[in-house]
């Protein structure tokens, strides 16, 4: 499928198989995709000075997450890995052009599709173009998604007495991301939405979507002064190693069927793309060896932790449900961690295994979950299902992560356990 991005108006026509995106604003007709107006607007109002480098990757964001939605798995041949044409107009198209394949490839990894670039001139610009521009006070910056990770790299910021910038895609959990910006004292908030419309039915794996989270966090970070001054400013992605690593717990879950956004491979081809664009920005997941139940365990505001842990959202399928099912891998692994940091789980599921045991253990993912979890300990297994992934993955340590898989499938394995009948 060929997917073309206009950051203009067009009365061109397209060919059946051409799918025609405008970035940063409303779909202009019927069959074109539109993404961006919203960030765009806040660029504009805010009065932002965002590199160029910056820009581009925001501009080839937005177009990858409209693709990723306006192109459907089901017409692939083999009903998941699409073969993805995308044109963007950038800035810097000789930069861009240059990196081409190293992009094609993160994004290859992140979504598991084949992705093909080309890169043209852009028309519209971002931002204002007079010199009264804003800068953002702040060392850092955290992604904030409302979900229980964000939630204590939020809380241990605040302790460390940094000052932070909270970065959200807005959603269901927009309310809850903004009294958690607060509780951790973030000296700014920037909740943004890619807003984007597809025409027909859009695709729901999303396997792309975080490359959106990360195009906002990096307009804030090079937004602020620390970064005008050539300082190094951190993005933090905080997520558990047991979710980050995502391995496959039975042979039916594999590859691009798992989320990548804070997966070690991606993340080191990520910052690997911002250090040749001369960005000085520094990913960082505090995280990556840790447990879900650990990072609960060792957080350094507790008492704020347990007073609005069970506000926040893990589940797969939150939309659907606006509320959290209680049995797809995510909530399994939630319940677990509250078990193993001994923090009393008041979380409204759906489903639970003491109120529906027949409906919970007849799940698909609690099945797995209970399969995978068995071989906690079988130290072979793990190598298998993780170390292949780990071929674009530098500066980790891979006995630690097949040891934080290991002990995060342990507490899935004693959760399951202590509810089975």
Same mark, same amino acid.
């Given at each position: 499928?060929?997917?073309?991005?206009?950051?203009?108006?067009?009365?061109?026509?397209?060919?059946?198989?051409?799918?025609?995106?405008?970035?940063?604003?409303?779909?202009?007709?019927?069959?074109?995709?539109?993404?961006?107006?919203?960030?765009?607007?806040?660029?504009?109002?805010?009065?932002?000075?965002?590199?160029?480098?910056?820009?581009?990757?925001?501009?080839?964001?937005?177009?990858?997450?409209?693709?990723?939605?306006?192109?459907?798995?089901?017409?692939?041949?083999?009903?998941?890995?699409?073969?993805?044409?995308? #044109?963007?107009?950038?800035?810097?198209?000789?930069?861009?052009?240059?990196?081409?394949?190293?992009?094609?490839?993160?994004?290859?990894?992140?979504?598991? +599709?084949?992705?093909? %670039?080309?890169?043209?001139?852009?028309?519209?610009?971002?931002?204002?173009?007079?010199?009264?521009?804003?800068?953002? +006070?702040?060392?850092?910056?955290?992604?904030?998604?409302?979900? =229980?990770?964000?939630?204590?790299?939020?809380?241990?910021?605040?302790?460390?007495?940094?000052?932070?910038?909270?970065?959200?895609?807005?959603?269901?959990?927009?309310?809850?991301?903004?009294?958690?910006?607060?509780?951790?004292?973030?000296? $700014?908030?920037?909740?943004?939405?890619?807003?984007?419309?597809?025409?027909?039915?859009?695709?729901?794996?999303?396997?792309?979507?975080?490359?959106?989270?990360? =195009?906002?966090?990096?307009?804030?970070? *090079?937004?602020?002064?620390?970064?005008?001054?050539?300082?190094?400013?951190?993005?933090?992605?905080?997520?558990?190693?047991?979710?980050? %690593?995502?391995?496959? %717990?039975?042979?039916?879950?594999?590859?691009?069927?798992?989320?990548? *956004?804070?997966?070690?491979?991606?993340?080191?081809?990520?910052?690997?793309?911002?250090?040749?664009?001369?960005?000085?920005?520094?990913?960082?997941? #505090?995280?990556?060896?840790?447990?879900?139940?650990?990072?609960?365990?060792?957080?350094?505001?507790?008492?704020?932790?347990?007073?609005?842990?069970?506000?926040?959202?893990?589940?797969? $399928?939150?939309?659907?449900?606006?509320?959290?099912?209680?049995?797809?891998?995510?909530?399994?692994?939630?319940?677990?961690?509250?078990?193993?940091?001994?923090?009393?789980? *008041?979380?409204?599921?759906?489903?639970?295994?003491? +109120?529906?045991?027949? $409906?919970?253990?007849?799940?698909?993912?609690?099945?797995?979950?209970?399969?995978?979890?068995?071989?906690?300990?079988?130290?072979?297994?793990?190598?298998?299902?993780?170390?292949?992934? %780990?071929?674009?993955?530098?500066?980790?340590?891979? #006995? $630690?992560?097949?040891?934080?898989?290991?002990?995060?499938?342990?507490?899935?394995?004693?959760?399951?356990?202590?509810?089975?009948?």
């Amino acid at each position: 499928m060929r997917v073309r991005c206009f950051d203009y108006d067009t009365l061109e026509r397209f060919e059946p198989d051409v799918l025609p995106v405008r970035l940063f604003a409303q779909p202009p007709r019927a069959g074109w995709a539109g993404i961006g107006s919203h960030v765009a607007r806040r660029i504009h109002v805010e009065r932002f000075e965002v590199p160029s480098a910056a820009k581009d990757f925001l501009r080839i964001a937005m177009a990858v997450v409209a693709a990723d939605r306006g192109v459907l798995r089901s017409d692939a041949e083999n009903n998941w890995t699409r073969q993805i044409d995308l #044109e963007v107009p950038v800035e810097l198209v000789s930069e861009w052009t240059d990196r081409k394949l190293a992009v094609e490839r993160m994004l290859n990894f992140l979504s598991g +599709d084949l992705w093909t %670039l080309r890169f043209k001139n852009h028309t519209m610009e971002l931002g204002r173009p007079d010199d009264r521009r804003r800068h953002l +006070d702040g060392s850092c910056v955290s992604l904030l998604s409302g979900g =229980a990770d964000s939630l204590v790299g939020a809380l241990d910021l605040a302790k460390s007495g940094v000052e932070w910038i909270a970065v959200s895609q807005t959603s269901s959990e927009t309310t809850i991301q903004g009294q958690f910006a607060q509780l951790a004292s973030a000296t $700014k908030h920037l909740g943004w939405t890619h807003g984007v419309r597809v025409p027909g039915i859009a695709d729901g794996s999303q396997r792309a979507r975080s490359i959106g989270f990360f =195009a906002f966090a990096l307009v804030a970070a *090079t937004s602020t002064h620390a970064h005008q001054n050539g300082l190094p400013v951190t993005i933090h992605a905080s997520e558990n190693g047991l979710i980050s %690593l995502n391995p496959p %717990l039975t042979s039916a879950r594999v590859g691009s069927a798992s989320t990548r *956004t804070t997966h070690p491979s991606f993340i080191t081809q990520l910052q690997s793309l911002f250090d040749s664009l001369g960005l000085h920005i520094l990913l960082k997941n #505090e995280y990556q060896y840790m447990t879900k139940g650990e990072m609960f365990q060792n957080c350094t505001r507790p008492d704020d932790l347990a007073r609005v842990l069970h506000t926040s959202m893990s589940c797969g $399928k939150p939309k659907r449900l606006n509320k959290h099912c209680g049995r797809c891998v995510p909530c399994i692994i939630r319940r677990a961690s509250f078990r193993k940091a001994g923090i009393p789980d *008041t979380t409204e599921y759906e489903v639970g295994p003491k +109120d529906e045991p027949t $409906k919970f253990f007849a799940s698909d993912d609690v099945k797995c979950a209970t399969i995978g979890s068995r071989r906690h300990a079988d130290y072979s297994w793990l190598q298998r299902k993780i170390l292949p992934s %780990l071929a674009f993955a530098s500066g980790y340590e891979n #006995e $630690k992560l097949i040891a934080v898989a290991g002990r995060g499938l342990l507490e899935v394995h004693d959760y399951l356990a202590s509810v089975s009948p």
